[in-house]
């Protein structure tokens, strides 16, 4: 229950202050911490309906309200503050708290009294779970004449009681061999007044305070995340045949979030200690909140092109400062008037508001049986969302529960699925889902996990593991130093058997006992904080450090046999490599130091030129080192390769033959490095650019020897190439040779528009012919270069 109610009574009378054997702390300090622990717990989650109070028994002074009805009664009993959602201020009082404060006995039963009359008074009429958590010795006397109209109290009121005792244990025998007969009779009459009180329990203080130093997770309030029906049949039309349920869905597995900081700001305290703060003003606060604005970005003045419709980087609201944003306050747009766009390319489309709610779908929330599939049809990596249960409607608990509990025994027994389709709330999109049974000891309800979409699915291709295959189509499955022996396969096989963590009957793995190292680390390094705000970083828990290195025995079991497969893998240690040393200037090594003497006068250069060298000839040579830079700039990327291919055919220096070259080679690493048909659609693009450039400018010879090396590459003749989809497209979009009737060129003028055809339908694959090899025999160049003298004389 959610609301709850609790009344911490600890017994700090003298007999408290010894220490247990063993124990490096009092009895009434180890009480102490069981209950900063609770109040730290609940503070951290801070539910306001979660309440609580500490009374002190024992103490010098007397202070509570019974007492001040009946001032000769309930003496040496102290409140600490009236029941109310615990903060800092109880956790810090409750430090502060030493063994000063005990003074004299008391009865504690006087202490027990006033509790139930806190609790009643203040609760008695709501609809919390009350309890009581009382720690004590037993030592002291106590008047149990009252007993009897306590336990009345107790169970009519439903007040849990629990009793931790020093030297007790789950029975609520005292261990302790000195006991007096005081606390023997003492003893037994909190033991029978346990057994009296439905839910009541003793725990001795040891297992007590154990529990409270270690991990406890974090209690959630069952919330409901769907209220509605689930639908099997048409409800609508065929009321007949068709059923609907009522029923109630609660998050069963959900992650945990590590605690969420808060803006914070010192200001406030510059600001009071400067004295800049008037009195007129209010005082400032640590407090800080976020104020959004919307400005109007500047036009690039060196962009012709608008920029109304184009999405860029940098486009995002900001603050004034930010650049391109003018200073003007006019320039502020109101958030009201803002319009949605989406991103179509680089284009943004508006949408208003009015065409949006009508592109939105309208539903209704509910959940409908689609139809039932075997369990099996469902992978695990399918499941999409956190878990839920699904049982029925608590209004109506008989005959919804029945109805859930028959479908779940049903799909139990089938060992089958229900495909659902799940709305939460009202024009909230749909989700698809599978119900499957969740059975337990008299426990029979539902568990659903959304399934994806098709678009929500990933379908990515990986090489095979054991088998590969060459481009020739050959299949390799052994002998290959890629793939393992059967003498790996059979260690690693050993290595995973020698593993199993249930070989020895226990349970290393429990989610209900490993916690999260982060979550524990951050509630404990706040709580600490909050008491002592130079408070070190808290240590990593031992329990957390076992939970997060392999078990000393499996690793001590495990050794030969990872020796022995580190040699068989060939494993090896990848050391670190040093960073190269990088150089600046002429004197950054030895051997240019020593160089130095051959250096030219500072008078020449400043003349403009060096021995041997006319400063003219220096000049021409940088302006040609320039245009040859400038030539290696122009490249052509894969970001938008067609726009910088004309870039380099449009300029005026001659760049056709690098333009057309530098595209063919983009073409083919395309084609490599395409995952799946990533690629496709830009490299049919190319090669449309590219061939009419080459047919107009004469160099088809390049753009035909692409041709065949991209047939090469794809090998249309193996049906399953995995390029064979390319090639498909090449022919759908008659993209082929370059023959003499449209280009000419004298490298392909043997090349006619049948060979073209044949060379884009025939598959099979074609050697490149010798007219279109790169590269002329020695002859030729020889008898070329005999030519050309020729001419010149």
């Not at 280009?743 to 392909?748: I, S």
Request: hydrophobic share 35%; charged share 25%.
């Amino acid at each position: 229950m959610s609301q709850r109610a609790t009344s911490f009574i600890i017994n700090c009378g003298p007999s408290m202050q010894g220490k247990l054997p063993g124990h490096d702390q009092t009895a009434f300090q180890e009480g102490m911490e069981i209950i900063m622990d609770s109040v730290g717990e609940k503070i951290l989650a801070n539910r306001k309906t979660d309440k609580m109070n500490v009374i002190f028994s024992g103490t010098k002074d007397t202070d509570n309200e019974l007492n001040d009805e009946n001032p000769e009664q309930y003496q040496h009993v102290t409140t600490v503050g009236a029941i109310d959602q615990p903060n800092i201020r109880l956790l810090r009082h409750l430090v502060n708290q030493t063994s000063d404060m005990s003074g004299t006995k008391a009865d504690i039963m006087d202490a027990l009294i006033l509790a139930i009359h806190i609790l009643v008074k203040n609760f008695g009429h709501l609809r919390y779970s009350k309890q009581i958590v009382l720690i004590t010795d037993a030592a002291d006397y106590i008047d149990w004449r009252d007993v009897d109209t306590v336990l009345n109290m107790l169970q009519t009121q439903d007040i849990k009681l629990v009793v931790i005792g020093v030297g007790f244990d789950a029975d609520g025998v005292i261990k302790n061999e000195k006991e007096s007969v005081e606390q023997e009779a003492n003893q037994k009459e909190w033991k029978n007044l346990a057994q009296g009180v439905n839910g009541a329990q003793i725990y001795g203080l040891q297992e007590a305070y154990e529990s409270a130093l270690g991990m406890k997770a974090k209690e959630v309030k069952p919330t409901t995340s769907f209220r509605g029906c689930l639908s099997i049949g048409d409800t609508i039309n065929h009321t007949d045949r068709s059923v609907a349920i009522s029923v109630h869905m609660y998050p069963y597995m959900m992650e945990a979030k590590a605690p969420a900081a808060q803006k914070w700001s010192t200001l406030s305290n510059l600001a009071q200690s400067d004295g800049s703060s008037t009195s007129d003003l209010p005082p400032l606060s640590h407090a800080v909140s976020m104020i959004r604005k919307y400005v109007v970005k500047n036009s690039d003045t060196t962009d012709q092109q608008s920029h109304t419709d184009t999405a860029k980087d940098g486009d995002t609201p900001m603050d004034d400062g930010y650049p391109g944003m003018r200073d003007n306050k006019s320039n502020e747009v109101d958030a009201n008037v803002l319009e949605k766009v989406y991103p179509f390319g680089k284009t943004l489309v508006k949408i208003t508001a009015d065409e949006e709610a009508y592109l939105k779908q309208s539903t209704s929330p509910g959940m409908w049986v689609y139809g039932f599939l075997s369990k099996s049809a469902v992978p695990r990596n399918y499941f999409l969302s956190r878990v839920y249960l699904v049982m029925g409607d608590p209004a109506n608990k008989h005959a919804t529960n029945l109805a859930i509990g028959a479908l779940a025994r049903a799909l139990y027994e089938k060992d089958a699925v229900a495909l659902v389709r799940f709305v939460r709330r009202n024009n909230a999109e749909p989700e698809m889902g599978i119900l499957s049974p969740f059975i337990d000891v008299d426990v029979n309800l539902l568990q659903f996990c959304q399934i994806p979409f098709a678009e929500d699915v990933r379908q990515y291709t990986f090489n095979s593991l054991d088998k590969i295959t060459t481009k020739s189509g050959k299949v390799i499955e052994e002998n290959h130093p890629l793939l393992p022996t059967q003498e790996m396969k059979e260690s690693m096989a050993t290595f995973v058997k020698m593993m199993q963590l249930n070989t020895d009957n226990e349970d290393h793995y429990t989610p209900e006992d490993t916690f999260n190292p982060q979550i524990w680390r951050y509630n404990t390094a706040i709580k600490s904080r909050a008491l002592n705000e130079a408070a070190p970083v808290p240590k990593v828990h031992p329990r957390l450090e076992q939970d997060m290195t392999v078990l000393p025995k499996l690793e001590e079991k495990c050794a030969d046999q990872v020796k022995k497969m580190a040699s068989l893998f060939n494993i090896k240690k990848v050391e670190d490599q040093e960073p190269k040393k990088r150089r600046y200037g002429a004197d950054s090594s030895a051997e240019s130091a020593a160089n130095t003497n051959e250096r030219a006068p500072i008078e020449q250069v400043m003349a403009g030129g060096t021995d041997g060298q006319d400063p003219k000839r220096t000049r021409s040579q940088e302006t040609l080192d320039q245009a040859t830079k400038k030539v290696e700039q122009l490249t052509i990327g894969t970001t938008d390769p067609v726009k910088d291919f004309n870039a380099m055919l449009n300029n005026e220096e001659d760049l056709v033959t690098a333009a057309v070259t530098q595209m063919t080679e983009l073409i083919l690493r395309l084609a490599t490095t395409s995952f799946g048909d990533q690629h496709y659609n830009r490299i049919i693009t190319c090669l449309k650019a590219c061939r009419e450039a080459s047919a107009k400018e004469n160099e088809a010879g390049l753009f035909n020897k692409c041709m065949y090396q991209l047939k090469q590459l794809i090998n249309p003749s193996k049906p399953t190439s995995p390029r064979l989809e390319l090639w498909h497209l090449l022919q759908k979009e008659s993209i082929s040779l370059i023959s003499k009737d449209e280009a000419d060129d004298d490298e392909v003028a043997q090349v006619t528009k049948e060979d073209a055809d044949k060379f884009l339908n025939n598959v099979e694959e074609d050697s490149q012919p010798a007219r279109m090899q790169s590269g002329n025999s020695d002859e030729n160049d020889e008898m070329s270069a005999e030519d050309l003298l020729a001419m010149m004389e």
